[in-house]
């Protein structure tokens, strides 16, 4: 029982759970302000009497009902640009501000399969082959690497 308590008050755990919960609030939060705002707004461009999400058609007795699949995408959409923008963005920002990339590794190519490698490999990542030390530009047999 210790074990499971630590593990459930470890630090990923309970943000996650957090991260969870506030995800779907705010999902709710979107779907309930595209149900009660955007499709009715839709349904009056469109033309589309009441609202636009309870819109279906009927083809042998089945019934297709479009307007709350064009709800769920506009839920989506907006999640998801919510997301991007307000989460994503300015992460990959202070990323790149903490910690800027490394210079790009030199590259080689691969005498087998002419891949791009880094000039310190020693093996070739794409087809596996044995690769010699780059010597004055050239690629040295791998039989002078051993």
């Not at 939060?29 to 636009?52: R, Y």
């Amino acid at each position: 029982m210790r074990g499971f308590r630590t593990f459930l008050l470890r630090g990923n755990v309970v943000d996650l759970a957090v991260g969870i919960v506030i995800g779907a609030a705010f999902t709710a939060l979107v779907t309930a302000f595209v149900k009660a705002f955007l499709t009715p707004l839709i349904g009056l461009a469109s033309g589309a009497t009441g609202n636009f999400a309870a819109q279906k058609f009927t083809v042998s007795d089945v019934t297709f009902p479009y307007g709350a699949f064009i709800d769920a995408v506009i839920s989506f959409v907006i999640v998801a640009a919510v997301i991007y923008f307000l989460v994503v963005l300015p992460m990959n920002r202070l990323q790149e501000k903490f910690f800027p990339k490394a210079a790009a590794a030199p590259m080689r190519e691969c005498p087998e399969c002419l891949t791009a490698i880094p000039t310190a490999a020693t093996r070739c990542s794409a087809c596996t082959a044995k690769v010699g030390p780059q010597i004055g530009g050239q690629t040295a047999p791998a039989d002078l690497a051993e």
